[in-house]
């Protein structure tokens, strides 16, 4: 064997054999022992010894004045599993050293407490007032009822428990010493009106009323979170002192085991109720009494508890120990109970003790597969055992014995059947055609040629090994998911299909079971593996598939194409012998024998993406060295060629190299036959009409799922999960927006499933945000927008810069020549500093992009140098306030044209950035009913010569900077023209007004000038003589007293003193002026 294999493997095989001391261990005892030789270590280092026994002795001995004779034995074994062995010396003296610490504990040890059912009394009866004072109160109660560390406390689920006629099932997912978490049930008396089902009920009626529903039983009444071990245990303490009681959770656990030997419960049935696992373990916790040693106790000490329902339960515990050594003992105790009934019409326990007893003897002459199924069932709890006390009820007048039994027989009826129905079916020589984990194997010779990659090879020959982590801790055991339940009839179609090709096995020993499940796809069922848990052990590389976004560059060339599609693609790579008891389910919920396993990849695990795309990298290599452009996307494939001889003659060699490699294709979905038309991935290519699109199933059930979300009143997180993957598929048809455009969604999916693992089921009514999305897929379905152009081309007529300083916004439009067509600058508002980078840049693309609008049409390629922005703009934001930024730019380019975004550094933006710090602080404007009562005075305005778009009075004006709509920037520029016009209406900056005088001296021009009479102004000097008169060009005015409402305040012009406010805080004069004579 050592012979065959290669130095790599002998050192794999050396590696692990010096790591297997330690993964040997249980989990957490490997993690006490590497902590405890870290410490050991650390010691010895820090006190100038060598690493040595000698100093582990003297280690050792420091130790002991300070811990106990527990921890000195785990600080000596620790030392002996990383080391060969200690000396004979070492060991005595080690001995030695513990011994006497031992002896000093038990001169000091005191009696442990132990809290009893009667003490709790006064507990149960007392009225809690809140929320926490009922959790408080269950946990002492379900503690100490179902004997439970804080451990198993903290981690039980509503799920969990399960309460029929009159018991309480607790389900305990892993116990402390359930190394391999099968976990472990137990059940205990809770009849209807009981202290405990009132508590329970109580509770869960507080938890109905919560906002945020917890999936633990016992959870943080802030947040929802389960509590954990060290809080339970803390919440007991306290409880018991209020009541005067001094002990801790142990206390709980401790009295209700001695609890039970004082109502004659035999210590295997004590054990099976605490889940003990060796008897040594429950001595410590006994106390020696009369009925411990055969003795009855006083007429006067009466079983607490009803008297059938205590002998039940000790008749049921003795049915699971009887089930624990041979499952099929239990059918005899039936029919023994049936002659019983005839000779007598009483029984007793001793007498049901004497017919198990009775029964497991007449079982040992059965067949010895029931011993093997025996010693499965030890760590996978069988259906019988789990489900007994979930049963139907039976006849009204039945006792509870009887019902019980009733149900036991539908469920041993019921698992039989589905054990004869997978019996139907034995592996045998699979069908041409099929696909079995061996065929990839069986064609090795072929691999070997074409690839030297050892671990490819490897896998296909003997397997894959999946890469656990080995610190990571089995996930417990699950059972049927409901869908699959509800579809029995198809899972065992199915099953016994992948059992004919050897897919799926009967798995003897598994070391996970996880649930399986049935999805539907519309009509269509298909079955599933959940390793949800399970993949959380696993570290998937990163790699890069490639789909259509690979295949795009390569449409401009080809005119013919052809698909293929291998037949259950997974089942070609075979999963190791070791790994695949990592891959076993059951038929039964929860998991019970018969268990199944998977042989070959299946779906769902986290690492078959990329262990499926790299194995079969060698044999696409292969055929683009041939000058094949082929495309393999997992096991669908596509192959495109410039002429049909190209692309017959790539098909002959795709199709001889698939055979020979052992893969087995479905003929049925796939497309030899080179052509124009073609579909892949769900995209419809042509490449005659250069065009892809959805295929018209794709779109039907894009239109379905916005129905379905559109007609319910509270849709699921699932439902939108599924909406939102469907639309991330499509990228290659809708672009960015197939991300964009589902944010809204996306965000609302991630609210709600922080910090829960399950959280699918959770509903919420749409909101604003998310409908707006729905309506804009449901018009680009309508309005056939589901399709795009091959060869599309993006020739942009304008190209926009904007900018985002701490005060305010900026934006350059220019034309293709490089003119500037439009300069734009805003104030931010309140609170603008204050946000972030990302959301000032949007703000100044949307203030762009909403101005332009409303008069330009065309392609246009926008720049900014945030790349965050950019980001955000193509693909939509999961932050609210940013993504509403991102969908109103999105409007308004639709009427715009085409859009793309590109960064630019920072140092080619410099136009943009001068525009966000360049601000008119002057673009106040005069109230409308001043203006109305010039015109009626003094004649009709026909230009305003100082405006913008936002303020002007006339159709015709000049602004300051290019803008939408204006005759001109800087209206000096254009005095002849703006002359020719007619009545001017002028608004100017008072610090303009000198500069308008003397050109409308020289131009001899005539308007209305509206201005504030700031006499220690320069703007006042032009308006009088040297006499301090009003020079005679003005030829009528008005003056407005000081605080008249005449101001139109710009947001600029907010951010002064004196023209803030809509009331003048100086008198305003309005004037004809007329320089014409």
């Known amino acids: 064997m050592l012979n065959s294999l290669g130095p790599g493997n002998l050192v794999k095989a050396i590696e692990f054999l010096a790591r297997a001391a330690l993964e040997g261990k249980a989990p957490s005892t490997a993690r006490d022992y590497l902590k405890e030789n870290a410490a050991r270590r650390r010691w010895i280092q820090n006190n ?168 633990y039983l016992f959870s943080n009444l802030n947040n929802g979170a389960g509590l954990s071990a060290s809080a339970i245990s803390s919440i007991v303490k306290k409880k018991l002192m209020e009541f005067g009681i001094d002990g801790t959770h142990h206390s709980l656990r401790r009295g209700a085991a001695n609890d039970l030997q004082r109502l004659g419960f035999s210590k295997e049935e004590i054990k099976a109720r605490g889940r003990w696992r060796s008897d040594a373990g429950l001595e410590r916790y006994l106390v020696d009494t009369p009925e411990a040693q055969g003795i009855s106790a006083g007429a006067e000490e009466k079983e607490d508890g009803p008297p059938v329902l205590i002998r039940h339960l000790k008749r049921r515990n003795q049915e699971l120990l009887l089930l624990d050594k041979d499952p099929s003992a239990l059918k005899n105790v039936e029919k023994l109970r049936a002659i019983a009934a005839v000779t007598s019409s009483e029984g007793s326990n001793a007498g049901d003790a004497k017919l198990m007893a009775l029964a497991q003897i007449m079982s040992q002459g059965g067949d010895n597969r029931n011993q093997r199924s025996g010693a499965r069932r030890q760590w996978f709890p069988a259906a019988e055992e789990a489900m007994e006390v979930k049963g139907h009820l039976g006849k009204k007048d039945s006792s509870m014995e009887a019902r019980l039994l009733e149900t036991f027989r539908n469920v041993l009826k019921s698992n039989a059947s589905v054990a004869a129905k997978l019996d139907t079916i034995v592996p045998s020589a699979v069908e041409p055609g099929k696909v079995y984990p061996n065929r990839l194997s069986e064609h090795i010779q072929f691999w070997c040629e074409l690839t030297g990659e050892r671990w490819i090879l490897e896998v296909i020959k003997n397997g894959y090994e999946i890469p656990l982590d080995k610190h990571f801790p089995l996930p417990a055991p699950e059972g049927m998911r409901k869908m699959a339940k509800n579809n029995m009839n198809f899972v065992i179609t199915e099953i016994n299909k992948l059992r004919e090709t050897g897919v799926v096995s009967v798995a003897e020993s598994p070391m996970v079971v996880s649930p399986l499940h049935v999805a539907r796809n519309g009509e269509k069922l298909r079955l599933i593996l959940d390793l949800s848990k399970l993949n959380k052990g696993l570290s998937p590389a990163r790699f890069r598939q490639e789909d259509w976004k690979t295949v795009w560059p390569f449409l401009s060339e080809a005119c013919y194409a052809a698909t293929f599609d291998f037949r259950s ?359 409308n009913w001043a203006f109305e009562w010039a015109q009626k005075r003094w004649g009709e305005v026909k230009c305003d010569w ?115 406010s809509e009331f003048c805080r100086s008198p305003f004069m309005l004037a004809i002026i007329d320089f014409s004579f």
């Not at 262990?611 to 393999?632: C, D, M, Y």
């Not at 023209?977 to 005088?997: D, E, F, H, Q, S």
């Open 569 to 927: 693609g997974y089942h070609h790579v075979k999963i190791s012998e070791a790994s695949s008891d990592l891959l076993a389910f059951s038929l039964s919920d929860p998991p019970s024998s018969p268990f199944l396993k998977f042989n070959a990849l299946p779906f769902g695990l986290s690492t078959a993406p990329w262990l499926f795309t790299k194995i079969f990298r060698p044999l696409v290599g292969r055929w683009r060295a041939a000058g094949i452009n082929i495309f393999l996307y997992l096991d669908d494939g596509l192959i495109l060629a410039k002429t049909r001889e190209e692309a017959e003659r790539a098909v002959i060699m795709v199709r001889e190299d698939l055979k020979a490699a052992g893969v087995c294709v479905a003929e049925d979905k796939s497309n030899w036959e080179p052509s124009a038309q073609f579909t892949w991935l769900g995209i419809r290519g042509d490449l005659t009409e250069r065009t892809v699109r959805l295929t018209e199933k794709r779109e039907n059930s894009l239109r379905d799922q916005i129905s379905l979300l559109k007609r319910s009143r509270a849709p699921s997180v699932l439902d939108r999960q599924k909406m939102c993957g469907y639309l991330s598929s499509l990228t290659i048809v809708a672009g960015h927006e197939a991300i964009g455009r589902q944010r809204q969604m996306a965000s609302v999916i991630a609210e709600e499933t922080v910090g829960l693992g399950r959280a699918g089921s959770i509903r919420r009514q749409l909101s604003e945000g998310e409908i707006s999305e729905l309506d804009f897929w449901e018009e680009k379905l309508e309005s056939g927008g589901m399709i795009r152009d091959m060869e599309e081309e993006f020739e942009p007529q304008w190209f926009l810069f904007t900018d985002a300083s701490a005060e305010g916004l900026g934006a350059v439009l220019k034309n293709g020549s490089g003119q500037t067509v439009m300069k734009m600058s805003e104030l931010g508002g309140t609170g603008f500093q204050n946000e972030s980078s990302a959301l000032r840049e949007l703000r100044a693309v949307q203030m762009a992009v909403e101005r332009m609008a409303s008069w330009k049409r065309g392609a246009v390629l926008i720049h900014t140098d945030s790349q965050a922005a950019v980001i955000i703009l193509r693909k939509g934001s999961m932050r609210r306030t940013l993504q509403i930024v991102a969908e109103r730019v999105w409007e308004s380019l639709r009427s715009i044209g085409q859009a793309k975004f590109i960064w630019i550094p920072r140092e080619q933006n410099k136009e943009a950035d001068e525009a966000s710090r360049d601000f008119d602080y002057d673009d106040w404007a005069v109230q």
């Open 48 to 215: 100038g010894l060598p690493l040595n026994e000698t100093s582990t002795l003297i280690y050792l001995a420091s130790r002991s004045e300070l811990v106990g004779g527990g921890s000195l034995a785990k600080i000596v074994a620790s030392f002996k599993m990383s080391n060969t062995e200690m000396s004979k010396v070492g060991r005595q003296l080690a001995a030695d050293v513990i011994r006497a610490t031992r002896r000093k504990e038990v001169q000091k040890r005191q009696q442990p407490k132990a809290v009893s059912w009667s003490e709790l009394q006064v507990v149960a009866g007392t009225k809690s007032n809140d929320e926490k004072g009922e959790r408080d109160t269950l946990i002492l109660l379900l503690s100490h009822q179902a004997l439970l560390r804080a451990e198993e406390a903290a981690n039980l689920k509503w799920s969990d428990l399960t309460q029929t006629n009159g018991i309480l099932e607790i389900r305990v997912r892993k116990a402390k010493n359930d190394q391999q978490a099968l976990g472990r049930s137990t059940f205990i008396p809770c009849s209807d009106g009981s202290d405990l089902d009132c508590r329970l009920k109580r509770w869960k009626v507080c938890e109905s009323l919560r906002s945020r529903k917890s999936e």
């Open 946 to 1060: 100082f405006a913008d778009e936002q303020n002007t009075k006339t159709e015709l004006f000049f602004s300051r900077l290019p803008e939408p709509g204006t005759l001109g920037a800087d209206v000096f520029e254009h005095v002849d023209k703006a002359g020719a016009i007619g009545l001017a209406w002028w608004v100017p900056p008072p610090a303009l007004i000198p500069r308008l005088m003397r050109v409308a001296r020289q131009k001899k021009l005539r308007g209305i000038l509206a201005t504030p009479l700031w006499k220690a102004h320069p703007s006042y000097q032009a308006l009088v003589n040297e006499r301090g008169e009003f020079i005679p060009e003005i030829r009528d005015s008005r003056i407005f007293k000081v605080n008249t409402k005449i101001i139109s305040p710009g947001r600029g012009s907010q951010r002064g003193e004196r023209m803030a």
